[in-house]
């Protein structure tokens, strides 16, 4: 697989490199040289098969002349075991739940996926990650790389600021995750983290990696489960299918439309997002402008610079197809609010952004079409928005409930970035 730089059409790189860097020259992102499809009757078998086996063949339609098919399809196999059930809401609307994986959300395709990947092609070479979070994002990447042989992940995280669960979540594996709560807030997290990637010495000892989301690895798992989605549909469904994506980074969206262009039959994609709104406004406008980042109940997608649109942008243009095909909108709080009740009337328990969602769906769906709309996170992981507004309890599922209990094992250090580095070259191989 050959890969260019969105920035600088000339660097050029294969997925190996790809997936070690994340990023390009200027921050640029990478990009398919080539776009595979299937035709008709290939999609109809693919559709046959497990989402396992599946999968395996789609990823080795990008990666087999890098990767062996049976290599690709033993790192697929450990990355996905956890199923994505399609669930019917009503007639004509059904949710595709991304969320029975370890950490809730469907983040840990990606991340399962891309620490897999990055074991394959690693090699001998012991890789450490180093991340901070301030929760979700240190929980997937915990337990994608739980385990895994040459690869070495610290995270940081500020001590007494993420929920006591949360904690829980990440920092009771141990073995090869290694969990560091830093006395201050996110942001001295985040400046340790760029200081130790500043250290060129340090860097090379510890052959240090970030587990970035805009890694390709992850969006080439992402592409597996809308066809895990169709596979569940009936033909005539199949035949008439939207699709809404509650979007922040736009990393999803862009899997969904990768999908399309492997020749997966969906009619159209809804860009559903809450007040952080620039895309919407793009595409209704065609200016580009951010405007400040403001809180809502859908926390995950408070983004108003999506790192994942220029992707979205440079597939449109290659396939020539028109950005107004792409639907969009954006849903306010209250609006959010309204919808999960009225899910709930529908017997259906959803969180803030599947909510966004389905509204998005609901309101644009027109009569003969099958809608679906992506169920990103567990109705648990939003527990506390998720309970005031249908005034219900929700019960704690047994990824979290399993963890409550154990001891944590994480280290404490002051902000301090000389005892941080000589925590770092301690630790063992
Ligand atoms: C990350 C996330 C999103 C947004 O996905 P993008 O790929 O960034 O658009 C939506 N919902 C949940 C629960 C998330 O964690």
């Not at 199923?83 to 809401?89: K, L």
Request: proline share 5%.
């Amino acid at each position: 697989m050959k890969l260019y730089n969105l920035k600088d059409h000339n660097e050029q790189v294969s997925f190996a490199q790809a997936v070690r860097q994340g990023l390009g020259k200027q921050q640029g992102l990478f990009f398919p040289s080539e776009l595979p499809a299937f035709d008709s009757s290939e999609i109809d078998a693919l559709l046959s098969l497990d989402f396992v086996t599946r999968s395996a063949r789609i990823l080795s339609a990008y990666i087999g002349d890098e990767i062996s098919s049976d290599a690709v399809a033993k790192r697929v196999a450990a990355a996905f075991q956890f199923p994505a059930p399609v669930v019917a809401v009503e007639d004509d609307i059904g949710t595709l739940e991304l969320f029975h994986g370890p950490t809730l959300a469907f983040k840990d395709f990606g991340g399962r996926l891309m620490a897999q990947m990055l074991a394959e092609v690693a090699g001998d070479t012991p890789v450490t990650i180093l991340t901070a979070t301030s929760g979700d994002t240190g929980a997937a990447v915990a337990h994608a790389f739980y385990g895994l042989k040459n690869v070495r992940v610290v995270i940081l995280y500020p001590n007494g600021k993420i929920s006591p669960l949360q904690e829980k979540l990440f920092c009771t594996l141990g073995d090869n995750i290694h969990t560091v709560a830093i006395d201050g807030d996110f942001d001295a997290c985040q400046a340790l983290v760029k200081h130790a990637f500043d250290d060129e010495e340090l860097k090379v000892a510890l052959g240090l990696n970030s587990a970035n989301s805009i890694n390709i690895s992850r969006l080439l798992a992402q592409i597996c489960y809308y066809f895990e989605a169709v596979s569940q549909l009936t033909q005539e469904q199949r035949n008439q299918l939207v699709i809404s994506v509650p979007s922040g980074n736009f990393g999803d969206l862009t899997a969904g439309l990768l999908a399309k262009s492997l020749g997966l039959p969906v009619k159209r994609f809804i860009a559903a997002t809450n007040a952080n709104d620039t895309v919407p406004r793009y595409l209704a406008e065609g200016k580009w402008l951010p405007k400040t980042t403001v809180a809502t109940l859908s926390n995950a997608m408070d983004v108003s610079q999506p790192n994942n649109w220029p992707r979205i942008e440079e597939l449109f243009r290659r396939k020539q197809w028109p950005l107004k095909a792409l639907c969009y909108g954006a849903v306010s709080d209250d609006v959010t609010r309204e919808t999960l009740k009225e899910l709930a009337k529908l017997g259906y328990t959803s969180e803030p952004h599947g909510a966004i969602a389905y509204r998005m769906l609901r309101d644009g769906l027109q009569a003969g079409e099958y809608g679906l709309f992506l169920g990103t996170a567990h109705p648990a992981k939003f527990k506390e928005s998720v309970e005031e507004i249908l005034g219900t309890e929700l019960p704690l599922p047994k990824e979290l409930a399993d963890r409550a209990n154990l001891a944590l094992l994480s280290h404490y250090l002051p902000d301090n970035f000389a005892q941080l580095r000589t925590f770092l070259m301690a630790l063992p191989a």
